[in-house]
């Protein structure tokens, strides 16, 4: 009996272990604006010259303090809600990355400008605190990412700048020009950095330190991480010395319940050997990277993707990976994904799918204003009737008319999660929503397109199911606890009790035998 309790024991213990996954959601275009994730925030931007609204930064400059508060208030409100939370968490979603950016706390440019008393994102930390509370209230674990700073980590608008875009009128040129100049002035020609910016970095840091000290007794913080996507051009020692310095502050403040996290830098193998010194508090530390196929040339066939996605590992390494970002996208036609009115060089590679433009019936003046740009050097913008380009349907991209979209994207999704889930720490979906039609960058969106649990009117029943499930794991797993004890304690006693019997009473090898056995 004892044998089949410890098998028991072990086997549960196992799925425990199983369950600790990281199953996450990235609150994407929520804090840190991205125009490709809500289009309606940049249409006031179409057909406009000289200065282009295409990130916070310039959102915050072109608008000015006050009506850009408003805006962004107004967004901050709206785009995620209680109710989604719940529906994420009863679809087996156990966390939230929030990416935010550093003008939060530190406000710098037009962040730090003044308009009767009110400054671009007043508000946002605030709003931050009351997801926090959210997250608590619905045992959901949230984890920050520092998704921009000063100067840029990588030149992208998900960093809050697009750094060196340069405009003549109506026409703008940003990917062949693009710096990232976080670290210091970046030499385009030889791509290396000339100088460092220390005041920029020692921002960085302050910001990080802000952070650390001011999150890390919130019941719902799972852990930080670090800097997002800092591109492959920022000096590897300078980078690894980064991390270390906020690696000290975090391991001073935080408890070892908390996870630190950083990102590959688009540089797997430089982390090979890499590890972090004074680690006295044994934190859980990850590396961050992002498996995307949505630039990826064009797979033969269906079967092909999913064997890829079946096959995926991760590098060899110190410490585990967890995949902060992926999505179901195969293509790049999402419209502005790659900047507003803009696209990288030489893409899309395909025919894009278009639908009508998200929220068109709310901005038709602004939307027929895009005939007059700006336009980038890229193309993906909207066209006549108020089409926009969306991603490609699997079904559509590989002509199979005779499989179900929802089949498809539950095939690949499986392939994908299965292979990060066998491979890292987990995996974290990009996004939770988009203002788009398409699922391939919308778990909501796929989990309405994929399941018939998606109804809003079941979450209370299921979270209350959730709660059961827990309070009943911790019941048997309790139980057999108990039971191995009391059984050891029986073993124990019983084997002393023979031990006891033997001292006071001779009796035969033979007889011997039979009393134990008898007793046993």
């Known amino acids: 009996m004892l044998i089949y309790i410890f098998i028991y024991f072990f086997l549960f213990m196992s799925s425990l272990v199983n369950g600790d996954k990281i199953r996450g959601i990235n609150i994407g275009g929520w804090l840190v604006l991205e125009p490709w994730i809500t289009p309606s925030l940049f249409y006031q931007f179409l057909g406009s010259q000289n200065k282009i609204g295409m990130d916070m930064y310039s959102f915050c400059d072109i608008l000015g303090p006050k009506e850009a508060n408003r805006q962004l208030k107004k967004h901050w409100e709206t785009w995620i809600s209680e109710q989604e939370i719940q529906l994420l968490i009863s679809n087996n979603i156990n966390l939230l990355r929030i990416p935010i950016g550093d003008w939060m706390y530190l406000p710098y440019g037009p962040f730090a400008k003044t308009e009767d008393g009110v400054q671009c994102t007043d508000g946002a930390i605030e709003m931050l605190d009351t997801l926090f509370l959210l997250a608590e209230k619905h045992n959901i674990k949230i984890l920050l990412d520092l998704h921009g700073v000063k100067g840029s980590q990588n030149g992208f608008d998900n960093s809050g700048e697009s750094r060196k875009v340069i405009i003549d009128k109506n026409k703008f040129t ?29 921002h960085s840091k302050d910001v990080l330190y802000i952070i650390i000290n ?13 800097l997002n996507e800092p591109w492959e051009f920022t000096p590897e020692i300078f980078l690894k010395e980064f991390y ?4 000290n502050a975090f391991v001073k403040v935080m408890s070892n319940d908390k996870v630190f996290i950083i990102h590959d830098s688009f540089r797997s193998d430089i982390w090979r050997n890499f590890e972090f010194i004074d680690n006295t508090k044994n934190i859980t530390i990850l590396i961050d990277t992002h498996q995307y196929t949505a630039w990826n040339s064009k797979y033969e066939s269906f079967e092909t993707l999913v064997d890829s996605a079946t096959k995926w590992q991760s590098p060899p390494i110190k410490y585990k990976y967890v995949i902060g970002e992926w999505s179901l996208a195969i293509d790049n036609c999402e419209m502005w994904l790659n900047g507003f009115m803009d696209n990288v060089p030489n893409y899309p590679l395909f025919e894009c799918t278009y639908a009508k433009c998200p929220k068109y019936n709310l901005f038709k003046s602004d939307l027929l204003r ?3 740009g700006p336009f980038g050097t890229g193309v993906s913008y909207p066209i006549e009737d108020y089409q926009c380009p969306v991603s490609i349907s699997l079904q559509n991209h590989f002509n ?3 499989r179900l979209e929802k089949s498809l994207a539950k095939d690949l999704f499986e392939a994908k999660a299965g292979a990060f889930e066998k491979e890292t720490a987990g995996w974290i979906f990009w996004n939770f929503k988009t203002e788009s039609s398409s699922y391939q960058w919308d778990y909501l969106s796929y989990i309405k397109l994929t ?7 079941n979450i209370n029943k299921t979270l209350y199911n959730d709660y059961y499930d827990n309070v009943k794991n ?8 108990i039971l191995m004890i009391c059984s050891i304690t029986y073993l124990y006693r019983h084997l002393q009790n023979l031990y006891n019997r033997r001292d006071y009473h001779v009796i035969s090898d033979k007889d011997f035998d039979k009393e134990v056995l008898f007793s046993i």
């Open 174 to 202: 940003h990917w062949e020009t693009r710096e990232a100049n976080w670290v210091g002035e970046f030499n385009s020609e030889t791509k290396e950095y000339i100088s460092f910016d220390n005041d920029s970095i020692q």
């Open 214 to 226: 001011k999150y890390y007794n919130y019941p719902a913080l799972y852990g930080l991480n670090i």
């Open 244 to 247: 270390q310095d906020i690696f």
């Open 370 to 372: 895009s005939k007059y």
């Open 400 to 402: 199979l008319p005779t």
């Open 451 to 457: 399941t018939t649990n998606n109804n809003i009117n």
């Open 474 to 481: 911790n019941f048997i797993l309790t139980f057999v606890i």
